[in-house]
């Protein structure tokens, strides 16, 4: 049986707010570890039928570049939604979400630019 492993690695300031994210994983075409300004991450806990969520984000990460991180991420769950389940309603219901919120951060960006 193959083994994978990933691994996360989180600096963190005097108030354990984060720095800098580092990750690597066995199967990662970049040799050594990457940086990133944010994870998130999900782990379904089958003892309790629930949820567990992991969220960090630096302090360098910017929110226009969070609010697409969001909605990539809930792209992608459409696409676990179909692959997974077969639910295809539920993906369409999804990427609906995601294009709406998609326009809407679009909106922002236009007026964030008229005011600079």
């Known amino acids: 049986m193959k083994k994978s492993d990933i691994n996360f690695s989180v600096e963190l300031d005097h108030e354990n707010v984060p720095e800098k994210i580092y990750w690597d994983a066995t199967d990662n075409p970049n040799e050594g570890l990457s940086d990133t300004r944010a994870i998130a991450i999900a782990l379904w806990d089958h003892y309790h039928n629930s949820t567990l969520k992991i969220d960090l984000w630096t302090k360098e990460m910017e929110v226009v570049d969070m609010k697409r991180f969001i909605i990539e991420m809930m792209s992608g769950l459409a696409d676990t939604a179909v692959n997974a389940t077969g639910d295809k309603k539920m ?19 236009k007026e964030q630019n008229k005011q600079q």
């Open 91 to 109: 993906a369409t219901d999804i990427e609906n979400t995601c294009r709406i919120l998609s326009k809407r951060l679009e909106e922002e960006i």
